[in-house]
């Protein structure tokens, strides 16, 4: 991945051949800012307020990396800052599209539901080999230094506030711009996780 973001040749293209010339009174993008926790995300996906696969986003690439998902869980667990999800508001499906995030959203989600077990992590290795259900029961005495030090593993998960950026139906003339300007900003978070990964 590093390769395609060090020879990314998109440039500044859009703003050449004047993709980006919106009206000055249509140019304000409006959005509502909120912190829910990840299980209340999660909640929103399983009852369809949240559209984490909408047809413009790409296909789950973090599918087959199970330690940059774990190291997001890990990031998660220590309070390491997790940048914004960004969504935006879509009266025609009555819920939320996920712009940005969705490779984080689905690893969330994916995790709590116990769909696979952490790997590699680096500053966390007592929790490598386990899954979101197991850490409700922890008897190891190694994790269980950590509970001291840390706290219930499985609340700081599920209770992790992540900010949300919502962009509301007043701006959607705006929403494709605001997606293509995210996506560069997203091929750069995504090259620094995947670095840390290899160390």
């Known amino acids: 991945m590093s390769s395609d973001y060090n020879t990314d040749n998109d440039g500044d293209s859009e703003y050449e051949n004047g993709e980006y010339e919106i009206p000055l009174a249509e140019r304000k993008i409006v959005n509502q800012p909120s912190d829910p926790t990840i299980s209340s995300l999660c909640e929103r996906i399983d009852k369809g307020k949240i559209e984490v696969r909408a047809e413009f986003q790409r296909k789950y690439v973090w599918e087959k990396k199970p330690i940059i ?42 995790f709590i539901n116990n769909q696979f077990k952490l790997k590699g992590l680096s500053v966390l290795k007592e929790l490598n080999g386990y899954f979101y259900k197991d850490l409700s029961n922890l008897k190891d005495e190694n994790i269980n230094f950590l509970t001291d030090k840390l706290g219930d593993i499985q609340e700081l998960i599920s209770q992790r506030p992540i900010r949300v950026i919502k962009i509301l139906k007043e701006s959607h003339k705006l929403r494709k711009e605001s997606k293509k300007l995210l996506e560069k900003a997203k091929k750069m978070v995504e090259y620094e996780i995947e670095k840390e990964a290899k160390k």
Do not use: C, M, W
């Open 69 to 110: 998902k774990s190291r997001l869980i890990e990031s998660a667990i220590l309070n390491v800052p997790i940048p914004s999800i960004y969504t935006a508001e879509d009266e025609t499906v009555g819920k939320e599209l996920v712009i940005d995030g969705q490779q984080r959203l689905l690893t969330f989600h994916g």
